[in-house]
């Protein structure tokens, strides 16, 4: 064995006997809570002055939506068939854009026969009537077409409903009543009741022209 041989085998041996005085699968160490703290102190004294800090950029984007809210009046539009409806917080301001409208209130619509006929107000721009059938009451309002009307659209959507070919749509409302309107022959009909969606469909698409013995 040369000089240089017995050098390196001399080297492996110490470095052998030094690295087993140290295993490699040691005690992970844990900083104490004074050092987290001091370090998180510093880390947030790094950051404070930066132009644009995450939490910055966050604070700004949540003013800028804000201020858009202020400016339209905290709505948003949403249109489908003839409707457009404005929607607030509470409520919808519904539009409806249709030229074949009726000044007056020429005809007057009603459920079919077997709904009893409970009271019925005849104005110059609405006809109200109420019904009832098996203990139920339903609402039948028969309006000249404005320019604007109100729904009830706080905690739900209106959806989008074909009434016999004529635009309209439906509000599932509180308390389990169910809301339809829909523009047919240049009114505006309205139809509210503690009924399911089915229902008041199907009553919409059955409204016809009533004779009652007296004239309203």
Request: a positive charge; glycine letters at 6%.
């Amino acid at each position: 064995m040369t000089f240089e041989e017995l050098i390196a085998q001399g080297i492996r041996d110490t470095l052998d006997k030094k690295c087993a005085e140290y295993p490699l699968e040691g005690k992970k160490h844990h900083f104490s809570l004074g050092y987290k703290i001091r370090r998180r102190r510093m880390l947030r004294s790094r950051t404070k002055g930066a132009p644009f800090s995450i939490r910055k950029i966050r604070f700004f984007l949540i003013a800028v939506i804000l201020a858009l809210f202020a400016l339209t009046g905290f709505s948003f539009w949403r249109q489908f068939g003839g409707f457009s409806f404005n929607i607030f917080r509470d409520h919808s301001k519904v539009l409806y854009d249709d030229n074949e409208v009726k000044t007056t209130i020429e005809e007057i619509y009603g459920l079919p026969e077997e709904y009893e006929l409970l009271s019925i107000i005849s104005e110059k721009y609405v006809v109200k009537s109420k019904y009832m059938i098996d203990g139920e009451i339903v609402t039948l309002n028969q309006y000249l077409i404005s320019y604007a009307n109100n729904a009830n659209t706080e905690k739900n959507n209106a959806e989008y409903l074909s009434i016999n070919g004529n635009d309209g749509y439906y509000l599932n409302m509180f308390e389990g009543k169910s809301y339809v309107m829909w523009i047919m022959d240049g009114y505006r009909f309205y139809l509210l009741g503690e009924i399911n969606k089915d229902t008041a469909v199907n009553l919409a698409e059955s409204l016809k022209i009533r004779k009652f013995d007296k004239d309203p």
